[in-house]
């Protein structure tokens, strides 16, 4: 049997028909950069985030730089993130001429710890402490962080909140949806992600009037009116296809959330038949609604070894992320060291994701249980 990571291929096939329509009226049209499809959907994501405002940019990677420009996080400003996500996210602080200040996660979420961050800034220096702008949390895989605190710590610092929320679009803290807690939240329209474009794309949510007008602003690099500039922005554009196709996508987002739910459901009861939870962690889910853009077990031990055995019964999955962000050589200037965040390293060492994407069957989800089962009993 077969059971990819993900398939987007029959995912398209539902929406085939839509996706065609609008391709071909835009192509006729040939505005292709921001315009009224970008609008549309803009507003859209505004309502469905519960936010004030959208505004559409290139990708996720630049939703989190442009947040930090139109926050002016820059100047070796300190910027608190985890050392346990994708690599777009610490990359941004520098780019914008930050400073990562990373923090331990919690073992059993994944995403930073709200008591890590207090035992860190507690440790600080009065200057390091004076340098510190902002924190970006990351809602890990679906599940938003522990938001309620890292809110009270923003407050009481004064810092910037920058959600990364590239993997959690819907996924909800105490009622609250991503992006709608921190100053900016940052979208991803990457193919992967739970809401995926047909190419690049991205988003950024915010609240308040005076940075959807910033960002307006820097996206188009920072002129207004065009060929006049008080501040220097970049080409972060979204373009009309891109914003078309999400739209479309958008309309069937709950449903697929609902089938990601259900096969994380199903998994646990497999599992739990399995008997195999002295070897085989689950994710714990604790927040309510989770939108599982993964599934991710952890393993007592070999699990690069699982994951071949997996890979050669026909059952994709990956390692998000083989190493964490404090050992990359790129940020050894920063002085972190093996054992500064042992949950990030026990994380990238003993984890694996599982398919879950929502047309999964049943019986693709048991053949993955056994197999697992199969190989821990070895
Ligand atoms: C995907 C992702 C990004 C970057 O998004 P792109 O659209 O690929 O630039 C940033 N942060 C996290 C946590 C992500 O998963």
Redesign the pocket.
Known sequence: MKVPLLDLKSQYKTIKDDVLKVVEEIFESQYFILGPHVEALEKEIAGYCRTRHAVGVS????A?LISLMAAHIGHQAGVITTPY??F??AGSIVRAGARPVFVDIDPNTYNISPECIDTVIADMSEEERGRLKAIMP?H?YGQCVDMQNILKIAEKYNLIVIE?A??AIGAEHNGMRAGAMGDFGCF???PS?NLGAFG?G?IVTTNSEALNDKLRILRVHGGRPKYYHKMIGGNFRLDALQAAIVSIKLSHLDNWTKARQENARNYRELFADANIGDLVRLPLEKENRHIYNQFVISLKEKRDELRLFLNSAGIGTEIYYPAPLHLQECFSYLNYKKGDFPAAEYAASHTLAIPIYPGLSDDQQGYVVEKIKEFVRL
Do not use: E, H, I, R
């Open positions: 990708s996720g990677t630049d989190l996500t994708f777009a996210t990351v890990l990364d590239a993997q991803s329209f990457f992600k690049d991205g």
